[in-house]
């Protein structure tokens, strides 16, 4: 068995530029599939991250017959009294904070132009504004007194041509299923590099978005962030005899999770894809190799070696061939990937409905991926070389000592 | 008994439509501890006797026997299981595994029969010394001249202590000089370890150093006499 190691490692060294091209195919098929992975990983990450931070948080109080689809106003579909139950909801350990958010349709115009917008009426102190408040870029945060301001996301002001300080018509429903309108000073514009979310969200105050709708006290959601999102099932416990439903992150982020199995069965189809590309270059080598060392077969046979024995060593060689070339890939895929995840690509708005994008993604390599596209690149290789193997391990000794008849 | 026999073997080369029948109907036995030549005229079927004798090919009728077993009919995994440790080849071309050192070569046979460390080392050891190379032992091939490529090549022959040597034109490549000294090696270790040699040859200085000549001619024993030396 040594022997045998040391004469496939040596035969890779008598033609070391086709070795190295071989290592080199798998290796940069290898680092584009380490890529590849990279960016679904960090896509799906950034979008769950994007979507539980800006929209859906990791928890959810509602009213037992809210539903999200309506944007309903009445009182029976609302949580009554939400700053108690939010203060109640932040008292349990695993939750980082509570607030309430209200919820509205409306029509955001200026002048001629006028743009549909959901209205969201928030506790401007809370912390859960975190990526509003970091994201302004122009004028300031609401304040919790104000009753003229409003805060609208940057794609939303560029398209309606609307500055801080300006004066804008705000038309939304309200409790009673009517709607009512008035005149909002822009006080700030806000852009959280989500076009998706930023072009159509506008902040109201809570205590002027209930004032406005008409729904006083009441607000549709508590919105929750717990302190680790593997926490979730313990607080739907400590919350479960309540009256309210309460609806979790992967309820709310079904579709983008659903998006991710899918993508990850696409992958492998991409892995054997590709590998399968390499594999041939790394049969053309091994082919080669075996026609070039007929003799020496014949030889090895005269001598008494077995037809395994000499399978054996085509096997080991190309087993040599897919760890050096799996340890190129893991170089340049690692590479690859610490760019995409500390450098990042500017992807702009991608508009898919239903889920959050940032403009700009960012790689996430994971070990699994690691692991399993490194093992079906060595089971690819090891596939590959069974048939120059079973072809060396076919010849008959005196024909392979005559330098082998013509294939 | 007869270290190799063959009965009445023919070999029917097909390629293609076109039939060349190698051999057509040969017998003849080889004692052991024999030191034999096998002569004549380039195609007359050297090549293919000593590949039947050596159960490295099978006959297309007739019989072979190694050390009176029958071994006609056996698989190719079988044979090469028969020819391990019984039979040692020498080619004409000398051929080494070019990745492996002079050492490493010689070791092979015995790597294949499973041999300790222990006992490799002292056996490679002998036989490099029996074939005068101990200064070369850790050589490539290609760093060898090809008298001293072809006394590794007995050396490997002889590893696994056969009780059969096949040698196919082995100075046919080599110089006078290198030639003799091959020649010499060989009769020395017939002679003090009794291994049977057979060996195929054109060379006229060669043959004068075998106990028994045999001459083939289009495929049929044509003599089969005592060395006009001996
Ligand atoms: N593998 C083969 N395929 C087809 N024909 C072959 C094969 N090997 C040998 N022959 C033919 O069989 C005949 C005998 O060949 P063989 O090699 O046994 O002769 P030889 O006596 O060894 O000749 P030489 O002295 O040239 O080595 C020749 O006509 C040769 O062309
Ligand atoms: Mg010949």
Redesign the pocket.
């Known amino acids: 068995m040594k022997t045998l190691i040391k004469m496939a490692f040596r035969d890779l060294g008598r033609n070391r530029r086709r070795s190295l091209f071989s290592m080199l195919a798998l290796g940069m098929g290898l680092a584009l599939l380490l890529l590849i992975a990279s960016i679904y990983e960090g896509q799906m990450r950034l979008s769950l991250d994007t979507a539980i931070r800006l929209q859906t948080g990791h928890l959810q109080v509602r009213a037992a017959n809210y539903n999200e689809n309506k944007t309903s106003l009445a009182w029976e579909d609302l949580v009554a009294d939400p700053q108690l139950v939010a203060s109640q909801v932040a008292s349990l350990p695993a939750v980082e904070l509570a607030t309430p958010r209200l919820y509205a349709s409306g029509i955001l115009s200026l002048g001629e132009k006028t743009n549909g917008v959901r209205v969201i009426g928030i506790d401007p102190d809370s912390t859960a504004n975190q990526p509003f408040r970091l994201g302004l870029v122009s004028g300031e945060f609401i304040t919790a007194e104000d009753r003229q301001g409003l805060l609208l996301g940057q794609p939303l002001a560029d398209k309606l041509q609307v500055e801080v300080g300006d004066q804008v018509n705000l038309l939304v429903n309200t409790a009673s299923g009517e709607v009512d309108e008035q005149n909002f000073t822009v006080r700030g514009i806000y852009d959280t590099h989500t076009p998706g979310y930023d072009r159509s969200t506008v902040f109201l105050p809570l205590a002027k978005a209930q004032a406005i709708t008409q729904s006083e006290n009441h607000a549709s959601i508590i919105f929750i962030l717990l302190k680790d999102r593997d926490l979730t099932g313990a607080v739907v416990n400590a919350l479960s005899s309540s009256p309210y439903q309460v609806v979790t992150w992967e309820k709310m982020n079904e579709l983008v999770l659903q998006t991710e199995e899918f993508s990850n069965a696409f992958l492998y189809v991409l892995y054997l894809i590709v590998l399968g590309i390499t594999a041939t270059v790394i049969v053309n080598t091994l082919v080669m190799a075996v026609f070039e060392r007929t003799r020496e077969i014949g030889i090895l046979s005269a001598v008494g070696m077995k037809s395994n024995h000499i399978m054996a060593m085509f096997f080991i060689e190309s087993s040599m061939l897919a760890i050096g070339g799996i340890i190129i890939g893991l170089i340049l895929g690692g590479l690859m990937a610490w760019y995409a995840k500390t450098v990042g690509f500017y992807i702009g708005d991608m508009g898919v409905t239903g889920m959050l994008y940032g403009d700009r993604l960012y790689g996430h390599l994971v070990f699994e991926d690691i692991a399993s596209a490194s093992l079906v690149a060595f089971i690819i290789t090891l596939v590959a070389s069974l048939y120059p193997a079973i072809l060396a391990a076919r010849m008959e000794p005196?024909?392979a000592l005559?330098g082998g008849?013509q294939l | 008994m007869e270290v190799t026999k063959v009965e009445n073997v023919t070999?029917v080369?097909?390629?293609g439509d076109v039939e060349?029948h190698?051999?057509r109907g040969v017998t003849l036995g080889i004692q052991p501890g024999e030191f034999t030549a096998l002569v004549?005229?380039?195609?007359?079927?050297?090549?293919?006797?000593l590949q039947l004798m050596g159960c490295l090919d099978q006959p297309t009728s007739g019989q072979v026997f190694i050390n009176g077993k029958d071994v006609s009919q056996l698989n190719r995994n079988q044979r090469a299981d028969m020819r391990r440790g019984t039979i040692g080849f020498i080619f004409?071309f000398f051929a080494l595994i070019p990745t492996l050192t002079a050492y490493e070569n010689i070791e092979v046979p015995l790597l294949l029969n499973g041999h300790t460390p222990a006992e490799r080392r002292k056996r490679v050891q002998q036989l490099i010394e029996a074939v005068d190379l101990v200064e070369r032992a850790h050589h490539r091939p290609d760093q060898l001249s090809g008298g001293q490529q072809q006394r590794v090549a007995i050396a490997r022959a002889l590893a696994s202590t056969p009780s059969l040597i096949l040698a196919?034109?082995p100075t046919a490549n080599l110089d006078t000089e290198n030639g003799k000294q091959v020649m010499e090696i060989m009769t020395r270790l017939n002679q003090e370890t009794g291994v049977t040699f057979v060996f195929?040859t054109?060379d006229p200085r060669v043959f004068t150093y075998a106990h028994r000549v045999i001459t083939?001619q289009d495929?049929l024993v044509v003599e089969n006499g005592k060395s006009p030396r001996k």
Do not use: C, F, I, N
């Open positions: 005196v024909e005559h008849k | 070999r080369y097909t390629v060349t190698a051999l004549g005229p380039s195609g007359s079927g050297k090549t293919t006797l004409q196919d034109e195929a054109h083939l495929g």
